[in-house]
């Protein structure tokens, strides 16, 4: 339960210090989708890294594939740990 408050907090604070000054409205869009996204793959990241492989591999890796950009979620795929990897792509997002 802590992981999902603290990763919606990541997401709410990235809407409320976005500098809209420095950006239009269409890359502010794309910026913050990314940080959402990137905030999505770690917490579904995890929660493949907890179940079973055999109930979770095959839709883990279909979801990365639909929802994330091919190279970033292949590199979350081929991590020895996962959330760590998505973890790191949230740190620069």
Not at 4 to 20: G, P, S
Not at 28 to 36: E, I, P, S
Not at 64 to 78: F, G, M, S, V
Request: aromatic share 8%; net charge positive.
């Amino acid at each position: 339960g802590m992981n999902i408050n603290h990763t919606r907090d990541l997401v709410r604070l990235a809407n409320v210090y976005y500098d809209d000054t420095r950006s239009t409205p269409e890359k502010r869009k794309n910026d913050l989708n990314h940080v959402a996204l990137c905030t999505w793959a770690f917490v579904r990241s995890m929660k493949r890294h907890l179940s079973p492989e055999a109930e979770d591999e095959a839709p883990f890796r279909a979801e990365l594939y639909d929802k994330l950009p091919p190279q970033q979620a292949e590199k979350i795929i081929k991590a020895a740990h996962r959330p760590n990897r998505a973890l790191q792509d949230l740190s620069f997002a």
